[in-house]
């Protein structure tokens, strides 16, 4: 029989890890302008027609940033849409350019981290 | 409380003590931001045989070269954004040092008088930097990569960052009362005084020591640290 029980999110671990890395993420938060201009420097966003959840400040302001800001507290849907966009729309290819020199593929780096203390890694076959 | 003591308190110690706030919290900021970098590992760094040396270009070679690398960069992409923010900073930070109403302030306190622009040349400058702010929150709201991306507090930081520019432009006008404009114009200069090294304004500072002092593809100048959190 299938088990159909949602695994609860193991928030103290990602308050570890958030509590960390909290002065690389605070200044990262604190110094994104949200201007928008790293858009064009990720071949996935020019490739996704301008969809804004493949832009690299989108990524990391609403996994590793979005979980910064509810102190480590998250649900577990919460959780898998920030698994899917740090494994699903972000290669770490580390071309993104910040105009202020974030280092942006380091925070979206951090946020595969708290995904794969959470169990939560990348689905090759999303219909499976 | 009195008006006048009131005025008197924003117009001297008010002024002293922003200043006072801006100019410590940037240098306590800044040695905050220095201990989180440390000179970077040998191995990191690229030898120097083994960069790219462009001499054996022709002259014609490396004006392409160097074409092409403007074209792709975010200039070449966003020639407008680029150009209106440049002007935009440049504005904001010259403008209030070489307004003639501040060259007299100055005056009337140190005794020496300080070069300053005309009147009429400041007061486009201030124009210009209103037009950037308008554009800015015009692109916020029209462009759905930044709405994707802007919260209430980058409208507020931008608020803020224009509120001192467009009361200082109305006080200069002479449109509506001239005592409330000065004082809100005062107060509003004031608080981004303060604001700047705690707050998102920050990045005025943050932009030097993460091009200058950070090694990493896009560092200006020959920065030898690297980040250690």
Redesign the interface.
Known sequence: MENNTQPIPDTPAIQTILNA?Q??IK?GL????????C??SCFLYMSHE?D??Y?P??KF?NSVGALWRKKGRASQAQLEVMRDLVFDNCVLCTRC?C?????IPSLIALGRRICRSQNLFRTYDKSA | MNPAIFYNFIEGPLVWLSLAVFLSGIVFQALRLSKMMQPSLNGRKIPEKELPVPNTLTKKERFIRNLFFLKNSILGINPLIVFISLIFHLCILTTPLFVPAHAVLLENFFGFSQISWSPRFAHFLTGLILVCGFFFITRRIIIRRVRAITTAYDYLMLGLALAPFLTGYLAHANVGDYRLMITLHILSGELMLILIPFSKFFHMIFFFFSRFAIVNEYSLGAPKRSWQF
């Open positions: 890395n002065k690389q200044i604190t110094m994104c302008a949200h201007c928008s201009l858009a064009e301008g804004p959840r832009m400040s989108y302001l350019y105009p202020l020199g974030i280092d």
